[in-house]
């Protein structure tokens, strides 16, 4: 009668430091989620230029004959998967990255679009943000940074993971 008495009380001890330390992981991993999802890129480019968002292929089509820059999206892993392409054009109003009607990533939380310094693979380095993902596929444009030309690639960045979903390299147009 004794060792059942002790064994039910072990039970009970065992059941309630495995439910308190559920609770402590559970809070510990939603306060990381939260934190990476509210901090702000390391860099914020920031610049005065008319929104290009609607009628923006017609704007880029009177502006620029021909892209400056060019990349195929390719996966980031073999989960993360990206594919389309994405072009550069200096505007009036000053450059613009397109992504074109092939252009599909694979869904994610707060995923933003990024230009690297360095080629795909390597860390982000001193990156500049173009903001949110506005779609995981289809034609979309984001105002570039003036300096587009010293950024190597593209990047579709999951913020609250820290994970790359895709990357396209980009390689100058004659």
């Known amino acids: 009668m004794y060792n059942v008495v002790v064994m039910l009380k072990n039970k009970k001890k065992f059941i309630v430091f495995s439910l308190v330390s559920m609770l402590i992981i559970a809070g510990i991993f939603g306060i990381f989620i939260y934190r990476n999802i509210k901090e702000e890129p390391t860099i914020v480019i920031e610049q005065t230029i008319t929104n290009t968002d609607s009628l923006e292929a017609v704007t880029i089509s009177k502006m620029s004959s021909s892209p400056y820059l060019m990349a195929n999206f390719i996966d980031g892993d073999a989960v993360h998967l990206g594919s389309g392409l994405a072009r550069m054009f200096n505007t009036a109003n000053g450059p613009v990255l397109t992504f074109g009607?092939?252009?599909k990533v694979t869904s994610g939380p707060d995923l933003f679009v990024y230009l690297?310094?360095?080629a795909p693979g390597e860390s982000?380095?001193?990156?500049?943000?173009?903001g949110k993902l506005k779609s995981i596929s289809g034609p979309q444009s984001y105002n570039a940074p003036i300096n587009f030309s010293e950024y190597k690639?593209?990047?579709?960045?999951?913020?609250?993971?820290?994970?790359?979903?895709?990357?396209?390299?980009?390689?100058?147009?004659?």
């Open 116 to 118: 690297s310094p360095n």
């Open 101 to 103: 009607e092939d252009f």
């Open 153 to 174: 690639t593209v990047v579709i960045w999951c913020r609250a993971f820290n994970t790359t979903f895709s990357t396209a390299e980009l390689i100058k147009q004659p």
């Open 124 to 130: 982000l380095g001193d990156f500049a943000s173009l």
